[in-house]
């Protein structure tokens, strides 16, 4: 009887279907997650819709998705009052990116540097929570007041908006860090420049790279805002401009194409973090396939 049962369970194991790679189940749950992104838009946007067409909404005040997506043509196709549709990205894209990197390389070098001096934090600690504690939006005004219509405006409301962000958890990421292991660099003889550079930098740049994603975003925010509050080109003006002509549709197609750059640079930013970050354990990395 055992040596009939063996070759009947040797044979049950092979028909036993093989595990699915972790791969497969991986592309499955985004996939999944993809498919139901989708529904949920298109729910949405017909939904809208359809009470525009059959008049639940004023499509006066709230346009519709068709009504947007014929501005858009119309921008692509014919261009803009103040250009073409793709000098206005470019003047609002250059804008965010130059306050972006202004903004995080002063973040960071200040942040780190309060964060490990304290006489620092100490004297210019007050100063920042006052310059932090000012509306943005003033700020915005007052730029407009110094620069008028130029680039610079928009740039200097983008890094203050960015400044802050980064600061704030560059700081915070370098309080964090494990004594021991700034002790241990001392003890085998590394300089204060190489305890920053060595092991502060790097156990604080987890931190820092999570307030980049934020930060780009409020780059955009800056830039928009400038322009809104005057400029000669950008997607804030255009933006303003159908404000201006009860057009929202144009107020919805430009907030959609800021919208589409704010995404494309956080993507862009995500496989640099992963580039960046490709020594931590996959442990430690967010499981999350959609972040």
């Known amino acids: 009887m055992s040596v009939t049962s063996a070759p009947e369970n040797a044979t049950a194991r092979k028909a036993e279907p093989a595990a699915a790679p972790a791969g497969t189940h991986r592309l499955r749950g985004r996939a999944l997650i993809l ?24 499509t006066f005040l709230y346009g519709q998705p068709s009504g947007v997506w014929t501005q858009l043509l119309d921008w692509f196709q014919h261009g803009t009052e103040v250009g073409s549709i793709w000098l206005q990205f470019q003047v609002t894209l250059e804008e965010a990116v130059l306050g972006f990197v202004i903004g995080s390389v002063g973040g960071i070098v200040l942040g ?9 934090a100490s004297v210019f600690g007050p100063f920042i929570k006052i310059f932090n504690s000012i509306p943005r939006v003033v700020l915005g005004a007052i730029f407009a007041l110094w620069f008028g219509l130029a680039i610079p ?13 980064v600061f704030f958890n560059a700081f915070q990421g370098t309080r964090e860090v494990d004594r021991n292991l700034i002790a241990n ?3 085998l003889g590394a300089s204060g420049w190489k305890v920053t550079t060595q092991v502060v930098i790097p156990s604080a740049f987890t931190w820092i790279i999570a307030s980049l994603h ?6 955009l925010i800056g830039a928009v805002v400038g322009e809104i509050f005057g400029a000669q080109h950008g997607l804030g003006l255009l933006i303003n401009q ?18 589409v750059m704010a995404l494309v640079a956080e993507f862009l930013l995500s496989l640099l973090e992963r580039r960046l970050l490709g020594w931590r354990p996959s442990n430690d990395r967010d499981p999350d396939p959609s972040l």
């Open 242 to 259: 159908a404000k201006g002509n009860f057009n929202p549709n144009g107020v919805y197609a430009g907030t959609l194409l800021v919208a």
């Open 185 to 187: 660099a001392r003890i």
């Open 112 to 120: 780190v540097a309060l964060g490990r001096v304290q006489f620092l």
């Open 35 to 58: 498919s139901t992104q989708i529904v949920l838009v298109v729910i949405v946007l017909g939904t809208w819709e359809l009470a525009a067409r059959d008049k639940w909404i004023d």
């Open 214 to 219: 934020v930060a780009f975003g409020f780059a």
């Open 153 to 165: 405006g928009k740039v200097a409301t983008a890094v203050v908006l960015v400044f802050f962000v």
